[in-house]
């Protein structure tokens, strides 16, 4: 039996050998002080090996030497000064067994607990109580709180890094009149209580309040809060980025805070304790902002104006009118537009609203006056009234003085300007929309708010009785440089032996500084001289003379402020024309001049009514034919009896009837001419409408030339395609109608000849 049990005790330790060889560890390890060690301690790190193999010791993964003791299997190594975590370990080289090890921790022990303090949270009735021990112990430290009544309860927690406990309990009776509590902290390094700490309910602090919603009028605001049964709150408000200011009052009652001032934003906070005996503070709580209603602006607006140069040949003048910007104070509200009334000798004209961010208007007008007001949404400021007029110009008697890069000084005499009320006012050069002013009664005004490098003007206006008096000022600048940028010139016209030439503006921003005056250079290609001109600010053209005619140049313009000269600008070639091509370009301007008055009398000539009225022009000029029947040959041939008859229905157009055949017979008169005179059939059915008609009608003159002035051969050559003039429409080719008194034709000779020879 005994044999049986042997053998069974040898396999089973057998097994257990064979199985801590495959999977067991290979060693065992220890400190001299465990695995929390006291921060800059030494100690030592042992490993006992359970077999023999080549030994191996770490540090942080880290390869460490180690001593070994004679016919042992331990090995150790000394740690000096332990100041952060390390991991130490060992393990056997030849098999890729287990290591053993052990993470070791520096610290400190706890300090004896101190500064308790408790907050009582008032809706559910817990405390909870914060202490301090000292500096953190970097390792784990228990904190445990225990409260000394009938229970003797002890309530932990642990310490946080900075070295804070805390604990809470609840309590039962909000009038105790005192508790008792134990304090203790612990770690592996040490342990520290205190106590009995006495705990009085006047020093138990009330959890921090919250505000709810504001609600808000143009002058006060009412805070809601969560629901609480404390009786003292103090409340304490602000403008954004201003003053605090505090109130105390009863919790029970609202909590209305008045004298605020309209449309302005206010932050809020509050705070709470038990009564006023009893009890601390509380924190005070989350900022709640909330503005407050408006209200009509009451304050009257700060208005000037400035009068425009006056056209010439103008009656009426024109000013620029402007106004300051209500603060948040005086405008009470968003100003939504300005109303601008504007009051002459013959009555009020229509209101002009301008609308912000405007601040000014342009007027025009006589003898008026200008009423300006601003309206938000409650209403209308009280009116401003002005009247313009056109001060009296004071030279010679205004100076300033630079006081630093951002202000002037300036002076006047009182003797020359005087006035019980001064208006300053200023502006960059080039935007007068940027206009600021201000009213002074002394001698001396001091203008700040000015840019180094940027130009200003001003003046200064005498308020008086009579009427204001203005001394103006340029050129105000605190501090210049050399302009960074040239004009560009531009070439307005040229001749011979002189160039007229002009230049652009230089931005504003460019000129750094008031600009006094311009250069222009011009510089003879040929021969390479240089000429320049000065020109005074702010003149932009110049003319120059003295030049070669068919001569080249190069011509640019640089700008100088009182700092020096800045860059030329662009350069412009330009050649002066020689006498050849004067007289060319002198030729082509008139014959261009000729031929577009040519055209534009031809264009008129088109019109039914300029023809009219040119033909009667030029019928006066025309020879006038004369009537053959005023000649003597004409009554010599009537006392022959030697007469051609022609019938006057042939003349007549509206007759319907066939023409008769018309009997003609020639009369030799040698000495005079040889002539035909038609008459009219006489007809005794007609005698009467004949007579009108010949009363109506003229005799037809038949020249030499074929051209017969008369209504029924002109028929007859439409009908037969005989034209003799060109068919184009002309205000010349017209049928002439000749009239007036008796002609003679004692001194006129007609060659008939043509005419017979047709016949």
Same mark, same amino acid.
């Given at each position: ?34 695995? /929390? ?22 540090? /942080? ?28 370990? !060992? ?12 993470? %070791? ?59 804070? $406990? ?37 020093? *138990? ?7 709810? /919603? ?6 006060? $605001? ?55 005996? &009893? ?50 104070? @005086? ?44 309206? /938000? ?62 009213? &002074? ?13 940027? $130009? ?72 390479? @001289? ?43 070639? &330009? ?29 008129? !000539? ?11 022009? $030029? ?56 002539? %035909? ?13 004949? *007579? ?9 003159? *038949? ?46 000779? *007609? ?9």
């Amino acid at each position: 039996m005994s044999s049986e049990c042997t053998w069974s005790v040898l396999v089973m330790l057998c097994f257990i050998l064979a199985t801590g060889a495959h999977g067991g560890k290979v060693c065992t390890v220890r400190s001299s002080k465990g695995e /929390n060690v006291l921060f800059g301690s030494n100690f030592t790190f042992s490993c006992i090996f359970n077999k023999q193999c080549t030994k191996l010791m770490f540090r /942080n993964r880290t390869l460490i030497k180690y001593k070994q003791y004679p016919n042992s299997s331990e090995v150790s190594v000394d740690v000096k000064n332990l100041t952060e975590p390390s991991t130490f370990s !060992c393990n056997c080289k030849e098999e890729r067994s287990e290591p053993c090890g052990i993470d %070791i921790k520096p610290g400190y022990p706890p300090h004896v607990p101190q500064n308790l303090t408790c907050i009582q949270k008032i809706k559910s009735g817990n405390v909870t109580c914060i202490w301090t021990t000292g500096k953190g112990t970097i390792i784990n430290t228990t904190c445990q709180l225990r409260v000394q009544n009938g229970l003797h309860l002890a309530y932990e927690s642990t310490m946080n890094s900075t070295g804070f $406990c805390h604990s809470s309990f609840p309590i039962k009776n909000l009038i105790m009149p005192q508790l008792f509590m134990l304090l203790n902290v612990s770690n592996s390094l040490g342990s520290k209580t205190s106590g009995p700490h006495t705990i009085i309910l006047n020093n *138990i602090e009330p959890s921090m309040p919250e505000i709810v /919603n504001v609600s808000c009028s143009s002058r006060w $605001c009412n805070l809601h809060t969560d629901n609480h049964s404390l009786n003292v709150v103090e409340m304490k408000y602000s403008e954004v980025n201003g003053n605090w200011s505090t109130l105390q009052t009863d919790g029970k009652s609202r909590l209305n805070i008045s004298s605020l001032q309209p449309y302005t934003t206010y932050n809020f906070q509050i705070r709470r304790k038990i009564n006023d005996s &009893v009890g601390l503070w509380s924190e005070w709580s989350q900022q709640k902002a909330a503005k407050t209603k408006e209200e009509a602006p009451d304050k009257v607006l700060d208005v000037w104006y400035l009068q425009e140069p006056k056209p010439p040949q103008s009656n009426s003048k024109c000013f620029h009118i402007f106004w300051k910007e209500l603060n948040l104070s @005086d405008a009470k509200g968003e100003i939504l537009r300005y109303n601008i009334s504007v009051r002459e000798q013959t009555g009020m004209r229509n209101p002009i609203i301008a609308v912000p961010p405007s601040r000014n208007e342009r007027i025009c007008c006589s003898h008026c006056s200008v009423s300006v007001s601003a309206v /938000n949404s409650v209403g209308q400021s009280p009116v401003k009234f002005i009247t313009l007029h056109f001060p009296g110009l004071v030279s010679g008697f205004l100076s300033h003085r630079t006081l630093n890069n951002y202000s002037v000084a300036l002076f006047w005499h009182k003797l020359a300007i005087a006035g019980t009320e001064y208006v300053v006012h200023w502006y960059p050069v080039g935007n007068i929309e940027a206009i600021q002013w201000i009213r &002074v009664v002394d001698t001396t005004a001091h203008i700040t708010g000015l840019q180094p490098q940027q $130009c200003y003007e001003g003046a200064v206006t005498a308020l008086r009785s009579p009427g204001p008096k203005m001394a103006s000022i340029k050129s105000i600048s605190t501090w210049q440089s050399a302009p960074e940028q040239g004009p560009v010139p531009q070439l307005c016209s040229k001749n011979s032996e002189s160039l007229n030439v002009t230049w652009s503006e230089i931005p504003q921003r460019k000129r750094k500084g008031c600009l006094k005056k311009y250069t222009v250079y011009l510089m003879d290609k040929l021969k390479g @001289d240089i000429h320049n001109f000065s020109v005074d600010h702010p003149n932009r053209q110049y003319v120059i003379s003295s030049l070669s005619p068919g001569q080249c140049y190069s011509l640019w313009v640089t700008a100088w402020t009182d700092a020096g000269e800045g860059p030329k600008g662009s350069d412009l070639p &330009v050649c002066t024309p020689s006498d050849s091509e004067r007289m060319l370009s002198l030729v082509i301007l008139t014959g261009g001049a000729v031929l577009l008055a040519c055209l534009i009398l031809l264009c008129f !000539c088109q019109f039914t009514s300029v023809q009219k009225r040119f033909l009667c022009c $030029c019928q006066g000029l025309l020879p006038i034919i004369p009537d053959p029947a005023n000649s003597k040959c004409a009554k010599t041939c009537a006392d022959d009896q030697s007469e051609i008859k022609f019938y006057l229905d042939q003349c007549d157009s509206s007759v319907n009837e066939e023409p008769y055949n018309v009997d003609v017979e020639e009369v030799p008169y040698p000495s005079i001419c040889t002539y %035909i005179k038609s008459f009219s059939q006489e007809s005794s059915s007609s005698d009467a409408t004949q *007579i009108t008609r010949i009363t109506d009608m003229t005799e037809d003159y *038949i020249s030499t030339h074929g051209a017969i002035s008369g209504g029924e051969e002109e028929d007859e050559e439409e009908e037969t395609g005989f034209e003799f003039f060109p068919s184009t429409h002309s205000p010349f080719l017209e049928p002439l109608v000749l009239t007036g008194g008796k002609l003679t034709l004692d001194a006129v000779k *007609i060659d008939c000849s043509e005419f017979l020879d047709r016949t």
